[in-house]
């Protein structure tokens, strides 16, 4: 008799293994999965002149735990009126990644836009507690028209990684 005809002739054993291999593979998998929608739900000590943007910015929660938001920008003149005022979110060791195309998690088409990142692991309740300066990665979505790179200063004591390439160099 093979081991395979024993399992089956104890159901509860198979039942067992069956559900014990299903929750691995689910507890690997849980990292991939982000749960999010409509509405900037960033702490209120954030600079008030982001206000505007809630109602167009998305909250996504991790599997891995922490929180990002996308901030999608429709003009030039909407993006540059926030850009000082994100960058007073920044931490002191925060990086800045410099991207092109669909990055924001927001809908079709978002091209241009801020994804920005509080340290991995707090809850909402949590970064609430927080002074406003705690993001520590800054996603730059850059599309040349509204998010214009010639138009607007970086930090000059802050990492820059340019990704906006990256595709383009493995060809």
């Not at 209120?44 to 505007?52: D, R």
């Not at 920005?116 to 970064?127: D, N, S, Y």
């Amino acid at each position: 008799m093979s081991r395979h005809t024993s399992l089956l002739k104890r159901p509860k054993l198979f039942t067992f293994v069956v559900v014990a291999a299903v929750a691995l593979c689910a507890a690997g998998s849980v990292y991939a999965i982000s749960f999010g929608g409509p509405g900037g739900k960033w702490p209120k000590t954030w600079p008030k002149e982001l206000e505007p943007l809630r109602k167009e910015a998305w909250t996504w929660e991790h599997g891995f735990g922490g929180i990002s938001y996308d901030i999608p920008f429709a003009t030039r003149e909407e993006f540059e009126a926030a850009w000082p005022h994100i960058l007073t979110l920044k931490s002191k060791d925060a990086r800045i990644f410099l991207l092109r195309g669909s990055h924001l998690r927001v809908g079709e088409g978002k091209s241009a836009g801020v994804r920005v990142c509080p340290p991995r692991k707090l809850t909402p309740a949590e970064l609430e507690k927080l002074p406003a300066e705690i993001v520590t990665t800054i996603w730059l979505v850059v599309d040349g028209e509204i998010v214009d790179l010639n138009r607007i200063a970086l930090p000059a004591d802050t990492t820059i990684i340019d990704e906006r390439f990256k595709d383009e160099k493995k060809k």
